[in-house]
């Protein structure tokens, strides 16, 4: 059974930094494009980042510039580096894996809460 566990959310203030992370297992890791996805209450899940297994990214564009995506084959992990967080950054944090070729290979994390506040 795939699984997707996420780590490293919290309260920050504003313009401070954080890390998430996630660790796959039970996934052929190297196949997955590995993304990063919120929700904050009454919004729509939305993408934030994403990277392929040939390591291009994309980025939601209100992060643009702020936030940078990075995976590690050998560790079955991506990361999500936070810079300059906002309190619109608020939001449940979830990791994605998505089958490069087999969409219905697709996995999600339990969520891990991000607040940014004063």
């Known amino acids: 059974q795939a699984q997707l566990v996420e780590s490293g959310g919290g309260l920050v203030q504003p313009g401070e930094s954080m890390r998430l992370s996630c660790v796959a297992s039970?996934?052929?890791?190297?196949?997955?494009?590995m993304g990063w996805y919120r929700q904050a209450p009454g919004n729509q899940r939305e993408l934030v980042a994403a990277i392929s297994s040939g390591g291009a990214t994309n980025f939601a564009d209100s992060v643009k510039g702020r936030f940078t995506i990075s995976r590690d084959n050998a560790k079955n992990t991506v990361h999500l580096q936070m810079n300059s967080l906002k309190p619109e950054d608020t939001a449940v944090y979830y990791c994605?894996?998505?089958?490069?070729?087999?969409?219905?290979?697709?996995?999600w994390g339990q969520g891990t809460q991000v607040t940014v506040s004063s």
């Open positions: 994605n894996a998505k089958h490069r070729m087999i969409s219905r290979r697709e996995y």
């Open positions: 039970e996934i052929f890791f190297s196949a997955y494009t």
